[in-house]
């Protein structure tokens, strides 16, 4: 494993490249971060009269909807019906779905890995009906070999257990393995779950706080990811 001094390091590759590569949704494939945090938003203005800032908002991208609709306690607490809140983020996200942006050359990169023959994988905190929304529009359905979303497991990230399920679903090694994803919780989840980690500064989380979860890479520009990742 290369030392993370390195990590910094926008022109640096692993060798020998990664097997299995499992990859993140929101933040990483696509440009959600806006979409997402306009939605969080309006579900917290609508159902409890306040809200977050909007760079906490941002920091709690990456966990599932359920939790995200809990950070100021249960929903019950309030009056409130969580499936109410959780059908009224999905109504504002998809009603506005043309903000999402598709980031090309991340997109790009995951099918040349499939099509060089790496095992691949999406690790996401979206529940199944998200995913149902979102994923027959990046277009990369048929360069997955599995999809594991926050209702598969228990425990969402930045525990590592949905990695580690990718991971058996495709009968990968964590030393063969390596994640890519744009917030703390992909980069803890991975180190958690013994794989490598690529943190991608496009997405939600700031480059400095990515760099202080000491992740193997780091890109700044999604035009070279694929060469980081030893794709080209």
Same mark, same amino acid.
Request: charged share 30%; glycine share 8%; aromatic share 6%.
């Given at each position: 494993?290369?030392?993370? *001094?390195?990590?910094?390091?926008?022109?640096? =590759?692993?060798?020998?490249?990664?097997?299995?590569?499992? &990859?993140?949704?929101?933040?990483?494939?696509?440009?959600?971060?806006?979409?997402?945090? !306009?939605?969080?938003?309006?579900?917290?203005?609508?159902?409890?009269?306040?809200? %977050?800032?909007?760079?906490?908002? *941002?920091?709690?991208?990456?966990?599932?909807? =359920?939790? +995200? #609709? @809990?950070?100021?306690?249960?929903?019950?607490?309030?009056?409130?019906? +969580?499936? /109410?809140?959780?059908?009224?983020?999905?109504?504002?996200?998809?009603?506005?779905?043309?903000?999402?942006?598709?980031?090309?050359?991340?997109?790009?990169?995951?099918?040349?890995?499939?099509?060089?023959?790496?095992?691949?994988? $999406?690790?996401? =905190?979206?529940?199944?009906?998200?995913?149902?929304?979102? #994923?027959?529009? %990046?277009?990369? +359905?048929?360069?997955?070999?599995?999809?594991?979303?926050?209702?598969?497991? !228990?425990?969402?990230?930045?525990?590592?257990?949905?990695? $580690? %399920?990718?991971?058996?679903? $495709?009968?990968? @090694?964590?030393? /063969?393995?390596?994640?890519?994803?744009?917030?703390?919780?992909?980069?803890?989840?991975?180190? =958690?779950?013994?794989?490598?980690?690529?943190?991608?500064? &496009?997405?939600?989380?700031? @480059?400095?706080?990515?760099?202080?979860?000491?992740?193997?890479?780091?890109?700044?520009? !999604?035009? @070279?990811?694929?060469?980081? #990742?030893?794709?080209?």
């Amino acid at each position: 494993m290369p030392e993370h *001094r390195n990590a910094d390091r926008p022109s640096f =590759s692993l060798a020998p490249p990664p097997r299995t590569l499992l &990859w993140d949704i929101d933040g990483t494939l696509v440009d959600t971060t806006d979409l997402i945090t !306009s939605a969080l938003d309006h579900v917290y203005r609508k159902f409890l009269g306040k809200t %977050l800032p909007k760079e906490e908002l *941002r920091a709690i991208i990456g966990i599932p909807l =359920s939790s +995200q #609709l @809990r950070v100021f306690g249960e929903p019950a607490d309030f009056g409130v019906c +969580q499936p /109410d809140m959780e059908a009224e983020f999905i109504r504002f996200y998809e009603g506005h779905r043309d903000i999402e942006r598709l980031v090309l050359a991340a997109a790009d990169a995951l099918k040349a890995g499939k099509r060089l023959g790496r095992k691949t994988g $999406l690790v996401t =905190s979206k529940n199944n009906e998200e995913i149902a929304n979102t #994923l027959p529009r %990046l277009g990369i +359905q048929e360069f997955v070999d599995v999809v594991v979303s926050a209702d598969d497991v !228990s425990l969402p990230k930045p525990d590592p257990a949905g990695v $580690l %399920l990718a991971m058996k679903r $495709l009968e990968a @090694r964590p030393e /063969d393995t390596m994640f890519i994803g744009d917030t703390v919780h992909d980069m803890r989840a991975g180190r =958690s779950a013994g794989v490598r980690t690529c943190a991608v500064t &496009w997405g939600a989380a700031p @480059r400095d706080v990515l760099m202080a979860e000491h992740p193997d890479l780091i890109c700044d520009d !999604s035009e @070279r990811l694929a060469g980081l #990742l030893g794709l080209v």
